[in-house]
């Protein structure tokens, strides 16, 4: 049984950083790009980065360029999400999720395996 446990989230002002995590079990976790995605109240779930499986690319969303740094530990079959200059706009739940191949990619689509997601909240 494939299972992602998000952990790291809080509350944070604005200007903070906080540290996601996700770790992974019941796949070949170093076989799979891996993503993390957000969803604030009202909106639909939006792209935030991506991390190739051997960590050999990455791709960010362009409100989060800059300011969030992906990562992952493939020994530790986890996937690391590093959020710096946080603003309120970032307030979300933040899923990781498995990609269904090797690339990474920002598409929702091509995802198959979530997690329960871990909120964010951002005060101003």
């Known amino acids: 049984q494939v299972q992602l446990v998000e952990s790291g989230g809080g509350l944070v002002q604005a200007g903070g950083s906080l540290r996601l995590s996700c770790a992974a079990s019941?796949?070949?976790?170093?076989?799979?790009?891996m993503g993390w995605f957000r969803q604030a109240p009202g909106k639909e779930r939006e792209f935030v980065a991506a991390i190739r499986w051997n960590g050999g690319s990455i791709v960010y969303a362009g409100s989060v360029k800059g300011r969030f740094t992906i990562s992952r530990d493939n020994a530790e079959k986890t996937v690391y999400l590093h959020m710096n200059s946080l603003k309120p706009e970032d307030t979300a739940i933040y899923y990781c999720?498995?990609?269904?191949?090797?690339?990474?990619?920002?598409?929702?689509?091509?995802?198959?395996?979530w997690g329960q997601g871990t909120q964010v909240t951002v005060s101003s």
């Open positions: 999720a498995f990609a269904r191949g090797r690339w990474e990619n920002s598409d929702v689509r091509e995802y198959n395996y």
């Open positions: 019941g796949r070949t976790f170093s076989s799979y790009a």
